[in-house]
């Protein structure tokens, strides 16, 4: 049977960037005779302005039954001072929420030509390949209680709940130490238990889960100093496993690391490998309808896709190596251009990857 695919484009440069992702879908779809049909659907801002809801039913409905996803992103300040639990930002943890698709898989990966775009010295990065495996269910972003209530002094108290059960940090464990086997077998677990009971925890089912892998070597760090450590050796890392909010933060750190965040796709997958796809970054409000925005993200993420759901490796595979073809081009969009590079567009940096699969 065909596999069916739901296009979410989003707010601010999500259509943008999606259409770029389309095309490359469109391309890939015909030249290696995959039999893909996708449609779109709204989610976030867009949902909202047609809905009055960021996530509606024929949305999720849809996303159910599809094979896989592609997101571009969601959110903007026309949607900033609406009602919380009704934010484009809601819909989109409800989707992952809904669909359980509690492993976040966030490669970083340094396109050699890439060197000079990145924030830090070439030496430094240059064949830097990580993984951050972060969990996208749980923690902080979903514990309860969680609110802005008022105290008898009248004062305002904002409250979130950081809370993991060791079931979900098993599950998590797991697919970071399996994904480590295929790799260079190593994996750090980010955690502050030196403050935190919930990441102590973290600390001890991670290690218990290890001994079920005993090939892969784990080692262990606490936030602060990862942080640190990701700018000053970026490359001692190969798997780092993390909880939600640190998982974000982290994974926004490394994308720079490979010359900016307009690079860096994302896989977040359920127990059975159906999956969501969608760059790291956000709607870019700042850089939104001027045709500027880089899709290769995006793009990227659909060999994600491509490789994690649909059972087209090679077409993945394809993909990268256009991607790889275009920046040999010295084709740049603004967030990665570096002297002696030709700047261009979404749009032409799309039709680029297009051309560069044909040919
Ligand atoms: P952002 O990632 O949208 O933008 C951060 C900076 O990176 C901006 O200067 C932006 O112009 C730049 N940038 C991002 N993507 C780029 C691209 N493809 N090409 C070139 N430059 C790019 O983060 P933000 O500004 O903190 O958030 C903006 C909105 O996006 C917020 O509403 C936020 O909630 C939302 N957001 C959504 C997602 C998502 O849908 N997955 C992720 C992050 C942020
Ligand atoms: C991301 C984003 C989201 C997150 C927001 C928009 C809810 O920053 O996908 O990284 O924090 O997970
Ligand atoms: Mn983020």
Same mark, same amino acid.
């Given at each position: 049977?065909?596999?069916? !695919?739901?296009?979410l484009a989003g707010d601010g440069?999500g259509p ?18 995959? $039999?893909?049909?996708?449609?779109h659907e709204l989610l976030g801002g867009a949902a909202i302005d047609a809905h009055?809801?960021p996530?509606p039913?024929?949305t ?12 571009g992103?969601v959110g903007g300040?026309k949607w900033?001072? !609406? ?5 484009p930002?809601?819909g ?50 979903? $514990? ?6 008022? %105290?008898?002094?009248?004062? /305002? ?11 979900? !940090? ?11 086997? +295929? ?8 955690? +502050? ?63 720079? %690391? ?15 490998? +159906? ?8 709607s ?22 491509? /490789? ?16 790889? /073809?275009?920046?040999?081009? $010295? ?29």
């Open positions: 049977m065909s596999q069916h !695919i739901v296009l440069i943008e960037i999606v259409a770029e992702a389309e095309k490359v879908l469109t391309q890939v779809n015909e030249q290696f005779s995959l $039999g893909l049909s996708w449609n009055g809801v996530l039913d024929v999720l409905d849809a996303a159910r039954k599809a094979d896989a996803i592609l997101l992103a300040p900033d001072a !609406i009602e919380r639990s009704i934010r930002e809601r989109l943890l409800k989707i992952r929420a809904e669909l359980n698709l509690f492993a976040n898989l966030r490669p970083a990966l340094l396109y050699p030509q890439l060197a000079a775009a990145s924030s830090l010295k070439p030496e430094i990065v240059s064949g830097l390949d990580l993984l951050i495996v972060r969990e996208l269910t749980g923690g902080i972003y979903f $514990g309860q209680p969680r609110g802005i209530r008022i %105290l008898e002094n009248g004062e /305002r108290q904002g409250f979130n709940t950081d809370i993991y059960s060791e079931s979900e !940090i098993r599950r998590i464990a797991h697919v970071a130490f399996q994904l480590a086997q +295929k790799r260079n077998k190593r994996v750090l677990s980010v955690d +502050k238990a030196n403050v935190l009971e919930v990441t102590e925890l973290w600390k001890q089912v991670v290690t218990e889960v290890s001994a079920e892998y005993p090939d892969v070597a784990l080692s262990h760090m606490y936030v602060d100093n990862a942080a640190m450590q990701l700018v000053r050796a970026p490359k001692q890392f190969d798997v780092i496993v993390t909880g939600n909010l640190f998982g974000d933060i982290l994974s926004d750190q490394a994308a720079m %690391l490979t010359g900016s965040i307009g690079m860096l796709p994302s896989a977040s997958l359920d127990q059975q490998k +159906k999956g969501m796809y969608e760059p790291c970054h956000g870019a409000p700042d850089i939104a309808g001027q045709g500027i925005a880089n899709p290769l993200a995006t793009i990227l993420s659909v060999a994600m896709m491509l /490789r994690y759901s649909l059972n087209a490796p090679l077409a993945a595979e394809a993909i990268e190596a256009a991607v790889g /073809r275009v920046l040999d081009q $010295g084709l740049r969009t603004a967030d990665i251009f570096s002297e002696g590079t030709t700047r261009v567009g979404t749009k032409a940096m799309g039709d680029a990857v297009v051309a560069a699969l044909a040919g």
